[in-house]
């Protein structure tokens, strides 16, 4: 009996992960973002400056990423949609379901992306100091 228990407890990250992979593939549109650790990035050294700096980044970085759509597809690629810029990746969930690994097809450079929650709606990835300094949180939903 602890034979079958510790067989099926071993196999349960892999479902895990399935069921994750079927919950992704489907087009997905930013429409969240939320900097966690703003307070972190120094930009410069003088602290009026750097409060004024820092917003003015972030309100950018956030107009850029809003209404990103991500497509992932069932064959392990994923469109990328950002600003009329379309960018395709491979991708596959790693660490038991836990990141998703992108892979650039044009330059085989790897990215991991956490993912922090997925619902059939909702998709809520942090991304750890991909494109800035910045850890971020994309606040997804599934697009209709």
């Given at each position: 009996m602890a034979k079958k228990i510790s067989?099926?407890?071993l196999l349960m990250p892999f479902f895990w992960a399935c069921s994750k992979?079927?919950?992704?593939?489907?087009?997905?549109?930013?429409t969240g973002v939320e900097f966690i650790n703003k307070a972190d990035v120094p930009l410069t050294t003088d602290s009026l400056e750097h409060v004024n700096l820092q917003n003015v980044t972030h309100e950018v970085l956030k107009n850029v990423l809003l209404n990103t759509v991500y497509l992932f597809n069932n064959d392990n690629t994923c469109?990328?949609?950002?600003?009329?810029?379309?960018?395709?990746?491979?991708?596959?969930l790693v660490k038991g379901g836990k990141y998703?690994?992108?892979?650039?097809?044009?330059?085989?450079?790897?990215?991991?992306?956490?993912?922090?929650?997925i619902?059939?709606?909702t998709l809520v990835l942090i991304t750890h100091n991909d494109q800035s300094s910045l850890t971020t949180k994309l606040i997804l939903t599934s697009k209709p």
């Amino acid at each position: 009996m602890a034979k079958k228990i510790s067989f099926v407890l071993l196999l349960m990250p892999f479902f895990w992960a399935c069921s994750k992979e079927k919950l992704l593939q489907k087009e997905w549109v930013v429409t969240g973002v939320e900097f966690i650790n703003k307070a972190d990035v120094p930009l410069t050294t003088d602290s009026l400056e750097h409060v004024n700096l820092q917003n003015v980044t972030h309100e950018v970085l956030k107009n850029v990423l809003l209404n990103t759509v991500y497509l992932f597809n069932n064959d392990n690629t994923c469109q990328i949609t950002a600003k009329n810029t379309k960018t395709v990746f491979k991708y596959k969930l790693v660490k038991g379901g836990k990141y998703i690994a992108f892979s650039n097809l044009q330059d085989n450079a790897t990215n991991e992306v956490e993912v922090a929650s997925i619902t059939a709606d909702t998709l809520v990835l942090i991304t750890h100091n991909d494109q800035s300094s910045l850890t971020t949180k994309l606040i997804l939903t599934s697009k209709p």
